[in-house]
């Protein structure tokens, strides 16, 4: 049996080695051979006609052959063995080899084969006949036998010697070749050749059989051979047709994946088996791509490069276009190192596998597509669109998740932030700078934010940590104070520094109600903050259900405008030292129909958010100095200290407002004082300065409320140019039992006094503290030493009475008339008995 197959010149050079020893053994053979047959041949005309007839038998089988294809090389399988074990049944086995090496030679010289290839096939051959020979010799071979029965096994021997050796032989050969392993390609079709080789053995049985009854008999075989070889031919391309459309229908359902990364490398290796290409390339078009690849698997994948293909001695290319359009997607590769001509049908698989390619392609590419589009709209859906952070949806699935697992890892919290005054950012320097504020708060809290944890933006200026894997609800607050400190940080907005004040509310986990509960919790606890003026509040029970009163009010803010239910208290601020009343100071009131009386800290919040603010703030001004002008009336001409929420200041039309109603009320600007409270984001802002600008130009007092309690008091102060400070009631309480408190008091009256500032103490609840600051200088105070805060008329009532039978009086000097008194330093210092409302401003 001979097989040819696709060779090329650098497996050549590897099959040398084999096909050497093949052919140097063949020359032994031959020559052992030659010499028998030199010792008992006759030059007699019968001798030289079955010679003649052996070497044609040889030629003949050796020509003839019945092609088939394992896997995709192509495979010839000779009548040469045939012919070789009926020569060796008859003829001495030296002159067979012999015989058998012409025979090959003669037929091969009719084909051009490569030498390497001749060469083998003429070895192999010898090689065969001469072990055919040796079996037949060793089993005692005689011809003619004396019965037929006697053949049977010496040549079912001999010729299985012949077939075993041609496959050990030629397989290897073909292995190297092509690149597959040697068992694999002999269980490859194993059935039908051993089905065939039975047929050949049957044959010669056959032939030998009438061989011994009659020899012109063997007239017949020659047809017979010929009818069953077409017989079978047939049947072998039907069954090689058969197999090659079953491995095309594999390769091309291989295909039918939806990863392109998969459809591109089963292109390369179902290729590469298919049509026993050295490389396969597969490449894109859009975008270039190129996947390079054999029967071993993918050898590259990336850019298109031409490195590989530069030693391919032939290149098949096909583009891949689909039935529909004349579009190609890419191109398909076939690379060979060697010539090689494909056939007519393999030419149609290519084709049609190209085809499956390029519609697999183009549904991966499309599948790709879907999914990349799918990811992100469900990216879209669960992220903010303005800051790339998580979204509220994104925060509470990942929240339920995160608290439905039954062993999670330490304690979850979530961290609810609100910026402080943004909205008037966004009024005063309009939406894009309010963005880049969002964007910039979002970027340094995921920066800042511990691994694992998730950073939302809930909507508006409001923004959510998620705080995992806490080993203690404690840390909760250290994490969110590391977190609110970074937003606190100026940022830069359009070359103005700006800093952006936030309250946390921190809720650690619940034990049910899940990421809806912890969310309302959180929330609860950010208002608490907000209201008591801290920067971070945490969630206590106890404390809840009044936030979830207050966040209701909001609901009821624009009856409360309409109806008047806003009313201002009076709290009055007096001299020190002679209890002597220098101011009032107005104080919102909200007489809330079911809630009653709720003070400012409870509403000033909801009222802020909401868009009315301007009507809460033009009410209050104008019952203030409604009231101003009754005690001016009354004979009490007392400035009237209005608090102003920081919004106020970024309306232009402000200053005007205020203007119009001091006229409206004849009251001169210099009795009217503004509060304000320290928030560096406004007092940064441009329009502040104008709407203060305006304001003490025409008159108007401007004072400092809570001074020191915010994180930038001195900075503030040097920008806001203001006539009075007032100290947050906070250190006043405090001053009997903190030093801290007491330092903070005497630099702000110092601060004070340097600048040529009133200084108001506020919270003032006891002779001591009233004698404790005016000993440091503090003129003024306020607080419930005094009195409370009440309407205007009861103020006017106090006025009148007065204390100790002196109207305008509320306290007991803190000396008697004509008592020596020993000032402090700082006291001397200050160098004024009764403190200035109106003090003169600082140069
Ligand atoms: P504030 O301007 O610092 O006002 C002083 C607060 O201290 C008042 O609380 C007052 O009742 C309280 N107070 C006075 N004396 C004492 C005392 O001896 N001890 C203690 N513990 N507290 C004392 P109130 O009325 O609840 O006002 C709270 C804050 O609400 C005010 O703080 C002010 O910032 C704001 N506010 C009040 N009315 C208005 C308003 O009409 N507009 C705006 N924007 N804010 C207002
Ligand atoms: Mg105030
Ligand atoms: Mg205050």
Known sequence: MTRTDRRDAETDRRLWPLVGLVVVCAFFAGIVALYLVAGTMTANVTDLASTATLIFLVAVGFVVKWHLRIRSTAHAISWCETAIVVGL?????????????????????????????????????????????????????????????????????????????????????????????????????????????????????????????????????????????????????????????QRLARATDALNV????????????????????????????????LVQGNSDGVRYDGPPTTAPTARMRTIVALPLTGADSEDSTGTLRLCFTGPVKLSEREH?????????????????????????????????????????????????????????????????????IDLNHFKEINDTLGHAAGDEVLIQVARRLSAAAATGDLVARLGGDEFAVLLTTLPAPAIATHRADTLLATICEPMELDGMRIS??????????????????????????????????????????GRDTADVGRLALGGDLPRAVAQHEFSVSFQPIVDLASGEVLAAEALARWQHPDRGRLDPRRFLET???????????????????????????????????????????????????VLARLRAHDIAPQQLILELTETLTISQLE?????????????????????????????????VPVHELKIAQSFVLAMETSSEAVAVIRSTIDLGRSLGLT?????????????????????????????????????????????????????????????????????????????????????
């Open 348 to 416: 149609y698989t290519l084709r049609t596998f190209a085809s499956a390619l390029c519609t697999a392609v183009r549904n991966a590419e499309a599948y790709q597509k879907l999914t990349r589009d799918a990811a992100r709209h469900a990216q879209q859906a669960a992220q903010d669109a303005l800051t790339g952070l998580a979204n509220r949806r994104r925060l509470m699935e990942h929240g339920a998740e995160l608290l439905g697992r039954r062993h999670a890892e330490g304690i979850t919290a979530l961290l609810l």
């Open 607 to 657: 009222v802020e958010r909401s868009g009315l603010l301007p009507a809460f703030a033009d009410a209050v001004l104008d019952q203030s100095l409604v009231a101003a002008a009754t005690w001016a009336e009354a004979g009490f001409t007392l400035p009237v200290a209005v608090n102003l929420s920081p919004r106020s200041l970024l309306d232009p039309r402000f200053p005007s407002a």
């Open 89 to 245: 049944a008859v003829a001495e086995a030296p002159l067979v080899v012999l015989c058998t090496g012409l025979g090959v030679g003669i037929a091969l010289a009719t084909q051009s084969l490569p030498r390497i290839k001749a060469a083998f096939a003429i070895a192999k051959n010898m090689l065969v006949a001469s072990a055919a020979g040796i079996a037949l010799h060793l089993l005692d071979w005689r011809w003619p036998p004396d019965d037929l029965a006697s053949m049977v096994v010496p040549l079912a021997v001999a010729y299985s010697v012949a077939v075993v050796l041609d496959e050990m032989l030629t397989l290897p050969v073909i292995a190297l070749d092509t690149g597959t392993k040697v068992h694999r390609l002999f269980l490859d079709d194993w059935s039908l050749r051993v089905a065939s080789a039975l047929v050949r053995y049957l044959l010669i049985l056959g032939t030998l059989s009438i061989l011994v009854a009659d020899q012109w008999l063997l007239v017949a075989i020659p047809p017979l051979i010929l009818c069953v070889h077409l017989a079978h031919a047939g049947q072998a391309r039907a069954r090689a047709d058969q197999q090659a459309w």
């Open 759 to 843: 200084v108001v103490a506020e919270g003032v609840e006891s002779e001591p503290q009233r004698r404790a600051l005016w000993a440091m200088g503090c003129a003024a105070g306020q607080g419930h030493l005094f009195t409370r805060p009440m309407p205007a008329h009861r103020l006017l009532t106090a006025l009148q009475c007065g204390s100790d039978g002196r109207p305008g009086v509320l306290a007991s000097p803190l000396h008697d008339e004509g008592a020596v008194i020993h000032l402090a330093q700082s006291r001397r210092a200050a160098g004024r008995g009764r403190p200035e409302m109106m003090p003169h401003l600082p140069a």
């Open 500 to 541: 952006v004040e936030a309250s946390g509310g921190i809720a650690i986990a619940p034990g049910s109600g899940g990421m809806a509960e912890l969310l309302r919790r959180a929330d609860v606890a950010m208002y608490q903050a907000k209201r008591s003026g801290s920067r971070i509040a945490t969630y206590h029970r």
């Open 687 to 719: 329009v502040v300065d104008q709407v203060l600008g305006q304001l003490r130009d025409a008159g108007v007092r401007l004072a400092l409320d809570d001074f020191g309690t915010g994180c930038s008091s001195l900075s503030l102060l040097s920008r």
């Open 258 to 289: 939806v990863d392109l990364d998969k459809v591109l490398s089963t292109a390369a290796v179902q290729a590469a088996e298919l049509f026993s290409t050295n490389l396969v390339e597969v490449e894109l078009n859009d975008p270039a791509r």
